[in-house]
């Protein structure tokens, strides 16, 4: 992302019923598998040098489900 502003970009992310499984999948190069979903915000800043930090923000479980 390039930037041109002087200021930081704030964002949040949110997430509304987001499979589980597609998370773990992403996170472990497919050798983890969850059932489930989870929602929430993250709220994420990005500096012009491109340097990104994530906020405390909050993920809660919609679903009951398992990881392994």
């Known amino acids: 992302i390039k930037l041109y ?6 964002i949040t992310l949110v997430m509304n019923k987001v499979s589980l499984n597609s998370v773990m999948q992403q996170a472990s190069g ?4 969850a059932s489930g ?3 929430g915000e993250i709220p994420v800043t990005i500096t012009r ?8 923000g909050g993920l809660t479980t919609t679903d009951s489900g398992n990881i392994s």
């Open 5 to 10: 502003a002087k200021s930081p970009v704030k």
């Open 30 to 33: 497919n050798r983890a598998t």
């Open 37 to 39: 979903a989870i929602s």
């Open 49 to 56: 040098e491109g340097l990104v930090t994530i906020q405390k």
